[in-house]
């Protein structure tokens, strides 16, 4: 089960059913979808109750997922994949959660956790060039660019132009320190 975070306005903890209705609500948005990889658009119960399953199966999956919380239930996820590897970091915020800071609290509090409970040095994240809000908060947290790509859009079905970028560990322990 994957732990509970608390940060200043959130709670960072294991998704579950309860959450369900939310999830497809919130990711069932195309504004969302479209800018992740793995998520296909409509957005179903079916897909939700299966990302869910994967969810509470960290080390079968490779996948650590966080909900994040800010008291009245789910606006959004982040998870780190391919564990047993160098990890991708992913993330997803409700449109209506958007602007208020809630990604880079999240985001932070979960590299925290990566690299105080893992013995990784590095994550890696790719972001389409299209979506700089994101772009921002990799930034802002102290990944660096080390490259361009392609990042399919199950939801638009089609590659988008993305940025890869990564975060050292010595780096973001600078910025903690």
């Not at 069932?28 to 409509?42: E, F, W």
């Not at 985001?107 to 013995?119: G, H, K, P, Q």
Request: hydrophobic content about 35%; charged content about 30%.
């Amino acid at each position: 089960m994957t732990p509970a975070i608390e940060t200043g306005r959130l709670t960072l903890r294991s998704p579950d059913e309860r959450d369900l209705e939310r999830i497809v609500d919130l990711i069932g948005d195309y504004d969302v979808s479209s800018m992740l990889s793995r998520v296909p658009h409509p957005y179903t119960q079916d897909h939700g109750r299966a990302w869910l399953a994967r969810s509470a199966e960290p080390e079968k999956h490779g996948e650590r997922v966080f909900a994040i919380d800010d008291g009245s239930g789910l606006v959004g996820a982040v998870s780190f994949r391919e564990l047993h590897k160098t990890p991708v970091i992913g993330y997803w915020l409700g449109r209506r959660y958007w602007g208020r800071g809630y990604m880079s609290e999240a985001v932070s509090a979960a590299l925290d956790w990566l690299f105080r409970e893992t013995d990784h040095d590095t994550v890696v994240g790719e972001t389409m060039n299209e979506n700089p809000a994101s772009l921002k908060v990799q930034e802002k947290l102290g990944f660096t660019v080390v490259g361009e790509s392609s990042c399919e859009s199950r939801a638009r079905g089609e590659a988008r132009p993305a940025t890869r970028m990564e975060l050292k560990r010595v780096n973001f322990n600078k910025r903690t320190a």
